[in-house]
């Protein structure tokens, strides 16, 4: 209730919002989205689901969700303009660069006839941004590899009509197999939201000072894709494959215990959880029946398993309480589903815009919304006068 929390390093935080949309426990590995449990949710609802639960607060009844679904579905289409703002990138641009940049371009298109002020345009703003991201990030992708744009199949649902716009081949129709679209659906949902990391407190404090809804999630994209932060699935899958094979695992551990070294495990550790991060439990047993599934029989997993196994005996990480975090095997069931490396925390950034503009919307809508101004410690030098060159 004070807002103040202490971390693990002793170092403390205050809190920078109140919010009712995540709960996370981290000594107890708990995240509940709106007090549902996310294993609960993982097993039993949809990401188009998870994400009308955290925009309203509530689970939808069958009439509100097919109302939601509907009203997504009429929103995915990118209007033909923005072909000229993609084709002003680079061709080989980071996907999250272009997916950055393209979020400017909606602001630059939505921006003069969006009034902040009436709730309903911020709710529009809000479903104009879950229903786009998915286009926005296929289109980023395919003209990065030279492949023309695929329209959204209107016809699909959410997280299938986004791998058939990203990965259908310009010749053939694209054979989908439902346990791609079942994994990546659940993906999503485990990545939808997570309480004030980086990305979502940084959406918030852009949020906070009025700007438009485009660039304050545009804002977020660029602070998810760090390593410390989203960009950590693209460095685990980096990692594992620089470690190559099993038996090299016991020198990465070593490595990352060496400070001077520089090296971290990628999905490893946690902010918040000092315990299992209960995604992590949820897409690593997927990440099992995935590969099964697909026939797939990739060397990288073996690798995951043996370094998981390795750090969780090991003094310096039980110590310091590191676990195996988000990022750790979703990399490989990215990887499994035919999604390019570069792809992958852009894969992210689409579940989280759930999150994100749900988080927008709580703030804008709270009356008592100020302007976030986070104050520091100073440790600069005291008041002093000025002197001159001769002085120096
Ligand atoms: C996400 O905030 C969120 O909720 C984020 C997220 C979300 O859904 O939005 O959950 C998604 O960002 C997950 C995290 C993905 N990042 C990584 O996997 C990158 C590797 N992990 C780390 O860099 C690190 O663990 C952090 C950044 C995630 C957390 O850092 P902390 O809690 O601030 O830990 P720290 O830097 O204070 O380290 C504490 C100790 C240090 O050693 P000592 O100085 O005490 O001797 O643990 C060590 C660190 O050197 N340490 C690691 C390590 N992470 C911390 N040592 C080796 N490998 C690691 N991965």
């Avoid at 097919?66 to 680079?90: C, D, I, P, Q």
């Avoid at 797939?296 to 676990?323: C, G, H, S, T, W």
Wanted: proline share 5%; net charge negative; hydrophobic share 40%.
């Amino acid at each position: 209730e004070t807002g103040c929390f202490t971390y693990d390093n002793g170092f403390t935080a205050t809190a920078s919002c109140r919010s009712a949309i995540t709960y996370i426990d981290g000594d107890a590995g708990v995240l509940l989205y709106r007090g549902y449990p996310i294993e609960q949710l993982a097993e039993m609802s949809s990401f188009l689901e998870v994400a009308y639960l955290l925009m309203n607060g509530e689970l939808p009844t069958k009439d509100e969700f097919s109302k939601f679904e509907h009203e997504v579905t009429h929103h995915t289409m990118m209007h033909e303009a923005f072909r000229t703002f993609l084709y002003g990138f680079r061709h080989d641009a980071h996907p999250m660069a272009m997916l950055t940049g393209m979020l400017g371009s909606l602001a630059s298109f939505y921006h003069n006839d969006l009034d902040i002020e009436d709730p309903e345009q911020r709710r529009l703003a809000a479903i104009r941004l879950i229903a786009k991201i998915p286009t926005i990030a296929a289109a980023c992708y395919r003209y990065s590899i030279g492949w023309p744009i695929r329209y959204p199949r209107n016809n699909l649902e959410y997280t299938t009509r986004f791998l058939h716009m990203m990965k259908e081949v310009p010749s053939e129709p694209l054979e989908l197999s439902p346990v791609a679209a079942k994994a990546m659906d659940l993906l999503f949902i485990l990545h939808a939201d997570h309480e004030q990391n980086a990305s979502t407190s940084t959406v918030r404090l852009v949020g906070s000072t009025g700007a438009n809804p485009y660039v304050s999630v545009a804002a977020g994209v660029a602070a998810l894709w760090g390593p410390a932060h989203g960009g950590a699935n693209e460095a685990v899958l980096k990692m594992l494959g620089e470690i190559g094979k099993p038996e090299n695992v016991g020198a990465a551990v070593a490595k990352a215990k060496d400070k001077e070294s520089g090296f971290r495990l990628m999905g490893f550790g946690h902010r918040v959880y000092k315990n299992f991060d209960p995604r992590a439990k949820i897409i690593r047993a997927m990440c099992h029946q995935v590969l099964s599934e697909l026939g797939v029989n990739d060397p990288l997993l073996e690798v995951a398993m043996r370094l998981e196994e390795a750090a969780l005996k090991d003094e310096y990480f039980i110590q310091r309480k590191l676990y195996p975090n988000v990022d750790f095997y979703s990399g490989i069931i990215y990887k499994a589903l035919g999604i390019p490396v570069e792809m992958f925390t852009v894969m992210f950034a689409i579940a989280r815009t759930a999150g994100w503009v749900s988080h927008w919307l709580e703030q804008q809508n709270d009356p008592e919304n100020k302007i976030s101004r986070p104050r520091q410690i100073y440790t600069g030098a005291a008041t002093r006068d000025y002197v001159g060159f001769d002085k120096r």
